[in-house]
C-alpha cells in the first residue's frame, strides 16, 4: 500500500482528530514516564502485510480517536535505548550525601510505583497487561525471578515487588465527588501501551508533522495500518514515530520512535499477546502475601513533608542545581528548547567518580555564549554554559549552541 500525506489545509482536521485521541487512553493508574526499548522485535515484525482497505492518514487517526476499547488482557514487550553508558554502581555517587549500597527504614518502600517504573527508562522489559473499565487495571513488570505488580480496583491501589516481599497501598481519590475530602492521588498514568505512547505523540501533530499512512502490518497476530509521524523541521534528533493501529478497534498495537542518527530504535513497545475480552474478576483482587512490609502512601508523604528540605535536596550530591528558575522556550514543534537558570555557574561539580563520570559524558563547546558542555543521548541534549545556563531538548548539539548564541 503506497503512503498517503496529509495535505497542510488539514491541520486543523489533525489537530482536532488528537485532541480526541487523547481522551482515549487505556489508563494503567501509574506514575509518569515519558519513557519506555531496544529495537529487540525489528519493526513492525509479523508474518507479513496484510491486505486492507486504503485509509488517509485523517481518517486513520480519527479511528484511533474513536477507540474505546475498554477490556483487554495481554503481553507487551517494551524496550528503551536512550545510549546512555552503565553507571557501574555510581549511581550512589549521587545521592544526597553520597549514600553507598544497601537501604535504610527512611527510604520509603520499594513497592513505590513513583521509583520502581522508572526501571522502564533503560532496558528491555516484558509487561503484562489487564483492564477492565475505568477503574480496574492491572501492570506487572516480569523479572527473571521475580515480579513487580501495580493493581487498581475502584478507590483501591496496591503495589507489589515480590522481590523484597513489600507492598504499597494507596487510595484513588481522583474521581472524588466535589465537597468531599481528597487524599493523595493514584499515580498518574506513565505511557507504558502502545496506545499511551501513541497519543501524547498525536499531541505533538501540527504545522510542522508530516504525518502519513505507510502500509500495513501484523502485530500480535492482528492487521494493522502503519501511521508514521515525522518531523519537518531540520535539527530534531527525532526521525520518526510510527503507529501500528488495530484495524478493527483502531488502538496502536506497536509505538517505535526511531532517532535521526538511525540505527536502534530509542522506544519500541509492542503487543506480543493481546485478547480484547473482559478479564476474569479475580485478575485485579489483591491481598499482601503474609509477612510482607505493607507502605501507606499517605503515611509517607507526611514523613516527607516532616523532612527538613535540607535532608530533601538532590541538590546536596550535585551542587548548583538547586532552585533553577525562570524556565523560558525557544523555537516551536519538534525543535522546541527549554532554557532556565540553574542560579550557579556552569555544569554542577561532583567529586571522585562521579565527577570522572560527568565530565566523560560532555563535549566541551563555545561560541558568541562563550563556553559550555553539552551533555548528549540518543534523543535528548542538553548544554549548560558556564555561567549557569541550560538549554535543553530533542534537538542536536548545532541546534542547542545556535539557540545560545542567538540569546546573547
Known amino acids: 500500500m503506497a503512503p498517503y500525506e496529509s495535505d497542510d489545509d488539514t491541520n486543523e482536521e489533525l489537530r482536532t482528530g488528537r485532541r480526541k485521541a487523547a481522551r482515549y487512553v487505556v489508563p494503567v493508574a501509574v506514575m509518569g514516564l515519558a519513557a519506555a526499548t531496544i529495537g529487540l522485535v525489528p519493526a513492525f515484525a509479523g508474518s507479513g502485510d496484510p491486505d486492507l482497505p486504503e485509509i488517509t492518514a485523517e481518517q486513520l487517526i480519527e479511528k484511533i480517536a474513536a477507540s474505546d476499547v475498554q477490556q483487554l488482557s495481554g503481553t507487551v514487550k517494551v524496550s528503551t535505548n536512550l545510549g546512555l553508558p552503565d553507571l557501574g554502581g555510581l549511581e550512589s555517587s549521587f545521592a544526597p550525601g553520597g549514600g553507598g549500597a544497601g537501604g535504610s527504614d527512611d527510604e520509603g518502600s520499594s513497592a513505590d510505583p513513583s521509583t520502581k517504573l522508572m526501571e522502564l527508562a533503560s532496558g528491555t522489559h516484558t509487561l503484562r497487561v489487564a483492564a477492565d473499565g475505568p477503574d480496574k487495571h492491572k501492570v506487572s513488570l516480569l523479572d527473571k525471578a521475580a515480579e513487580y505488580s501495580l493493581i487498581h480496583n475502584g478507590d483501591e491501589v496496591w503495589a507489589y515487588d515480590s522481590a523484597s516481599n513489600e507492598a504499597f497501598h ?26 499511551e505512547m501513541a497519543d501524547e505523540a498525536l499531541k505533538a501533530v501540527d504545522d510542522t508533522t508530516s504525518v502519513t499512512v505507510d502500509g500495513t502490518a501484523q502485530v500480535a497476530g492482528r492487521d494493522a495500518y502503519k501511521l508514521v509521524i515525522k518531523p519537518k523541521q531540520s535539527g530534531s534528533t527525532i526521525g520518526q514515530i510510527s503507529i501500528a493501529v488495530d484495524s478493527k478497534t483502531g488502538m496502536p498495537l506497536k509505538f517505535t520512535l526511531s532517532p535521526a542518527s538511525g540505527g536502534a530504535a530509542v522506544v519500541d513497545a509492542g503487543f506480543t499477546k493481546v485478547d480484547f475480552s473482559k478479564p476474569d474478576a479475580s485478575t485485579f483482587d489483591f491481598s499482601p502475601p503474609k509477612g510482607a512490609k505493607v507502605t501507606e502512601g499517605d503515611e509517607m508523604k507526611a514523613e516527607d513533608q516532616a523532612r527538613p528540605k535540607a535532608e530533601e535536596d538532590l541538590g546536596q550530591g550535585l551542587e548548583g542545581f538547586e532552585g533553577f ?75 542547542l549552541v545556535k539557540a545560545a548564541n542567538a540569546a546573547k
Open 170 to 195: 494507596m487510595k484513588d481519590a481522583s474521581g472524588a465527588a466535589e465537597g468531599e475530602d481528597k487524599k493523595e492521588e493514584a499515580p498518574k498514568d506513565v505511557p507504558t501501551t502502545p496506545k
Open 325 to 399: 528558575e525562570g524556565l523560558k522556550t525557544i523555537g516551536e514543534g519538534w525543535t522546541t528548547i527549554a532554557r532556565f537558570d540553574t542560579g550557579g555557574e556552569g555544569v554542577p561539580s561532583a567529586s571522585g567518580d562521579a565527577g570522572s563520570f560527568l565530565d566523560s559524558l560532555g563535549t566541551k563547546v563555545s561560541g558568541k555564549f562563550g563556553s559550555g558542555t553539552v551533555f548528549s543521548t540518543r534523543l535528548v541534549n542538553a548544554l549548560i554554559t558556564d555561567d549557569g545556563q541550560v538549554y535543553a531538548g530533542a534537538v542536536t548539539k548545532d541546534a
